[in-house]
Nanobody, 132 residues
Framework: QEQLVESGGGSVQVGGSLKLSCVTSGSIFSSCGMGWYRQAPGKERELVSSISYYNFTSVTEDVKGRFIISKDKVKNILYLQMNSLKTEDTAVYYC??????????????????????????WGQGTQVTVSS
């Protein structure tokens, strides 16, 4: 049974840091890619950072230089270190993983929109609130 469980969200002031964790089970870590998505009130869910099976990492421009994604293959945990947080980072953050575990692209993984909705496993989300 593939499961993803996020933790580490909370409330922080502008400029602060949080580290999100996503504990996984099943064959999640054999996935072609994993990522952290977020959804702010009234906005569509967006992918903010990803890491491929081959460890290529990507971030969206909004968080470049501030967010760092990593994974621990021994503990099967995906992390997102978030630094220099801004009020616009306030959102529910979701951990997700591609259902595919074979024929993975040997480059970056970036899965968005309805494709991501249909082809990812999803966690339940964790709230991050940044206040000024």
């Amino acid at each position: 049974q593939e499961q993803l469980v996020e933790s580490g969200g909370g409330s922080v002031q502008v400029g602060g840091s949080l580290k999100l964790s996503c504990v996984t089970s099943g064959s999640i870590f054999s996935s072609c890619g994993m990522g952290w998505y977020r959804q702010a009130p009234g906005k569509e869910r967006e992918l903010v950072s990803s890491i491929s099976y081959y460890n290529f990492t990507s971030v969206t421009e909004d968080v470049k230089g501030r967010f760092i994604i990593s994974k621990d293959k021994v503990k099967n945990i995906l992390y997102l270190q978030m630094n220099s947080l801004k009020t616009e980072d306030t959102a529910v953050y979701y951990c997700a993983a591609d259902r595919r575990t074979s024929d993975c692209f040997k480059g970056s993984w970036w899965s968005t929109g309805t494709y991501a909705d249909k082809n990812n496993y999803w966690g339940q989300g964790t709230q991050v609130t940044v206040s000024s």
